[in-house]
């Protein structure tokens, strides 16, 4: 899958994954070493990130049920966690430094 900010018309990934079942989502990206720039994640449902266990930052998007951006944290580290985000429906992981500000609250994006 693509993920696409109609917003800005850009490109956000190239390579998105989906978790959307109870053990795909709690996995996560626990055991990866890296994210490739490009790839993502898509945790569906989702309303915070947790980063135990993590070997690597990323950058986060939660979205609403229609795709609109409620919320973005950049470069998240390990060992840290988001807050609940009120709002979020669900949540792209991508490697962090990915968005460095391209991406924000109130954006639509497009993940097919």
Known sequence: MIARNQTKGSTVA??????DTLISRAVGLLGRGSMEQGA??????CV????FFMRF???????????KVVRVF?????????????GARSALELAGG???????????????
Do not use: C
């Open 40 to 45: 993502g994640l898509w945790l569906d449902p």
């Open 14 to 19: 190239t390579k998105v994954e989906r978790a």
């Open 74 to 86: 950049e470069d998240l580290k390990p060992w840290r966690m988001t807050p609940y985000v009120n």
């Open 98 to 112: 990915s968005l460095r500000g391209s991406v924000e609250t109130g954006d639509i994006l497009e993940i097919s």
């Open 57 to 67: 930052p990323i950058d986060v998007v939660f979205l609403d049920r229609e795709g």
């Open 48 to 51: 915070s990130v947790h980063m």
